[in-house]
């Protein structure tokens, strides 16, 4: 039976707020008339003005309802990458939510598109949650090194709340997170995988629009990607002009919020300016993001000094070298925006440029 308010379940601290509260302003934006969403926000160490900007969110067709989330037995755990421990309290949904069936949980990184409302209802039968496979990690070393064979992603999750309580899932998730080994990388998307393997349903890719992660796997052509997913879609381009939403996942330090070079920043930036927070100075990063090269030649043709730009997105750094005569390395620098190394032929040190930042 469909239900006629979508409940949707968002995780934030203070530090990855604007993007969550953006994430909900373009949810409310692309909603039909009829629909009804209730958030359920749970929250750590929010700011008053923060507080105060989900007040004026709400609509009669989107309410809101706050829950703190107290110290809990997942803050024993370390922050692993840009993931903090409180990402783990989703694991804790079906206690959080006892009240609920389902819940659609969504990453505070995400624009969604279009009307929430079949994708919360989809049918689950009898499975623990719904969620798009992970075809970045399928296409990796990941699953012989985790020993995980099958990764989803868990930005985007329909999740069974009253099967879970029964199967007193809970427990599991928690025992698999304190038994797991060192060398799983995503604090709860390791354990819904490993813990759900078989009693998932998998989500067509325009459910959780991966859209780095697909543009990398169809650069070699869409046969792949489709024979993965189990699609027809015929070109990347109309495969994202069917997203259901995007979500900007694998673009640490390069994200809207991040970076004045990023994906989807046009729309990200209309919402944002569309909302309470619009008169906020962002604080981003303006190194270029694509690699370049400049040659300057000796009477017109003969390469005397080449510089290369190269940049990498995934440790937010950009690498510059100054050749001499085309292939000879003179001078290199490795760093982000605070820290630059510079040295001497690519070995011999010459000093470290810091900047910091000023309270």
């Known amino acids: 039976m469909e239900s006629s308010v979508v409940h949707l379940a968002v995780i934030s601290d203070c530090h990855f707020f604007v993007p969550t509260f953006v994430m909900l302003m373009s949810a409310r934006e692309t909603m039909q008339p ?166 998932i349903l998998f989500l067509p890719p325009r459910c959780n629009g991966m859209m780095l992660h697909y543009r990398a796997a169809a650069r070699a052509g869409m046969g792949e990607f489709n024979r993965f997913f189990g699609t027809a879609y015929p070109s990347l381009e109309e495969l994202e002009a069917d997203f259901l939403l995007t979500h900007l996942a694998g673009t640490q330090g390069q994200r809207p919020w991040e970076s004045t070079h990023s994906v989807c920043k046009e729309l990200w930036e209309f919402y944002f300016r569309s909302s309470p927070l619009r008169h906020m100075e962002l604080k981003r990063n303006p190194i270029p993001r694509r690699n370049e090269e400049s040659a300057y030649c000796l009477f017109g043709f003969f390469p005397l000094l080449t510089i290369r730009r190269k940049y990498l997105p995934q440790s937010d750094t950009l690498k510059l070298r100054v050749l001499l005569f085309g292939c000879l390395p003179v001078i290199s620098a490795k760093g982000n925006k605070r820290t630059v190394t510079w040295k001497l032929f690519s070995c011999i040190p010459l000093w470290k440029q810091q900047t910091r930042e000023r309270d």
């Open 34 to 199: 009829g629909s009804r969403y209730h958030v359920h926000f749970f929250h750590r160490d929010l700011k008053p003005y923060q507080l105060d900007a989900l007040k004026q969110l709400e609509s009669p067709s989107l309410t809101i309802s706050l829950q703190e989330l107290a110290a809990s037995h997942w803050d024993k755990f370390s922050r692993v990458g840009e993931f903090p421990p409180i990402v783990l309290a989703r694991l804790e949904l079906p206690l959080l939510l006892s009240e609920l069936e389902r819940v659609l949980y969504l990453d505070g990184d995400i624009i969604v598109h279009r009307d929430l409302s079949a994708l919360y209802n989809t049918d689950l039968g009898g499975n623990l949650l719904a969620a798009v496979r992970e075809i970045a990690l399928a296409h990796s070393d990941y699953p012989q090194k985790s020993g995980i064979a099958e990764s989803i992603n868990s930005g985007v999750l329909v999740m069974n709340l009253d099967l879970m309580r029964r199967e007193n899932c809970v427990q599991r998730f928690l025992r698999t997170k304190v038994e797991a080994p060192p060398n799983w990388l995503y604090p709860d998307q390791d354990v819904l995988s490993v813990c759900c393997e078989g009693r």
